[in-house]
């Protein structure tokens, strides 16, 4: 098993700078994908960003030009630079990570959530 535990949410001002991690730990090897999920009360849990090994980044619409995700595979850890934040962007952001288990199959993660809050 995956455990993913997320760090770095806070409140900021409108325009301001957030960075988040996500470190794995537990069954660590053969996680090739992952990534931010975000989920703003009463809203459904929507995709932020993904990146997976040998592919690109894969961001929403609404956060392209504005954050950035990457991965430090040798600390099993995912980050999240946020820049220009906007209100908007509140919400409880959870990582994600795809487990990959051979001859049993993937198996999918999410850590418990950090809270962004973005004031005007």
């Known amino acids: 098993q995956v455990q993913l535990v997320e760090s770095g949410g806070g409140l900021v001002q409108a325009g301001g700078t957030l960075r988040l991690s996500c470190a794995a730990s537990?069954?660590?090897?053969?996680?090739?994908?992952m990534g931010w999920y975000r989920q703003a009360p009463g809203k459904q849990r929507e995709l932020v960003a993904t990146?997976?090994?040998?592919?690109?980044?894969n961001y929403a619409d609404s956060v392209k030009g504005r954050f950035s995700i990457s991965r430090d595979n040798a600390k099993n850890t995912v980050y999240l630079q946020m820049n220009s934040l906007k209100p908007e962007d509140t919400a409880v952001y959870y990582c994600?990570?795809?487990?990959?288990?051979?001859?049993?199959?993937?198996?999918?993660?999410w850590g418990q959530g950090t809270q962004v809050t973005v004031s005007s």
């Open positions: 994600y990570a795809v487990h990959l288990v051979t001859g049993t199959g993937m198996y999918h993660y």
């Open positions: 990146l997976t090994d040998g592919g690109s980044p």
């Open positions: 537990g069954s660590i090897f053969n996680i090739p994908t």
